[in-house]
């Protein structure tokens, strides 16, 4: 079956960096891709970008240009995103989500989700 | 980019009610719109996907329609189980954007 299995919860000081993994099973990882989407704290849900397992194109939400990068590791079946410059209202749930073309594949399975919590 | 007017943002019905959610894009965006069911702190679960497709495993009583700007999600008969906050998302073009949320509350 289709896992995403998401690492665990971290606590960064504002400025710092924080990198989540989110490791795919029960699927060809190479055939979809990945989506990041957060929540922060009572707030609604906010996508933040997408990239591809296939080859690593990126698409990236205007607003965090610059300060995000995804990436992935097809050998262990691996995405990553890293937010750099960490700031108070970073703090928020992040889920990565299954992606494939069409509708079908679109968001159909999500990571458990991992807290960033950002505060000094 | 496109934005996702969702509404209403809040409702309150009971158990047994027929009740819609609606989601009005800025610009078309074909068939590409999904609907997700959030409960307080769980992982959100997609109900409907191409707009009018139930997702494996879901109930009946969701439904989807729509194209181009205007889409709605369709709940014929509330159940218990139903309460919680739903969200629909545009995945036509980048950015994909999600609309603001329905917290559906019991009567």
């Known amino acids: 079956q289709v896992q995403l299995v998401q690492s665990g919860a971290e606590v960064k000081k504002p400025g710092a960096s924080v990198k989540v993994s989110c490791k795919a099973s029960g699927y060809t990882f190479t055939s979809y891709g990945i989506s990041w989407v957060r929540q922060a704290p009572g707030q609604g849900l906010e996508w933040m970008g997408w990239i591809s397992a296939y080859n690593g194109n990126t698409n990236y939400a205007q607003k965090l240009q610059g300060r995000v990068t995804m990436t992935t590791d097809t050998s262990t079946s691996t995405a990553y995103m890293e937010l750099r410059s960490l700031r108070s209202d970073d703090t928020a749930v992040y889920y990565c989500v299954r992606y494939g073309p069409g509708g079908v594949a679109a968001f159909d399975y999500w990571g458990q989700g991992t807290l960033v919590t950002v505060s000094s | 980019d496109i934005q996702m007017t969702q509404s209403p943002s809040a409702m309150s019905a009971s158990v047994g009610d027929r009740v819609t959610i609606t989601c009005r894009a800025s610009?078309?965006?074909?068939?590409?719109l999904a609907w997700f069911q959030q409960k307080p702190g769980k992982v959100p679960k997609r109900l409907i996907y191409a707009s009018s497709s139930l997702q494996s495993g879901v109930p009946s009583r969701f439904s989807g329609s729509g194209s181009g700007t205007e889409f709605t999600l369709t709940i014929s008969s509330l159940q218990p189980e139903d309460f919680a906050t739903y969200y629909c998302l545009q995945h036509n073009s980048y950015p994909y954007t999600f609309g603001q949320g329905t917290k559906l509350e019991i009567k």
């Open positions: 610009q078309g965006i074909s068939n590409y």
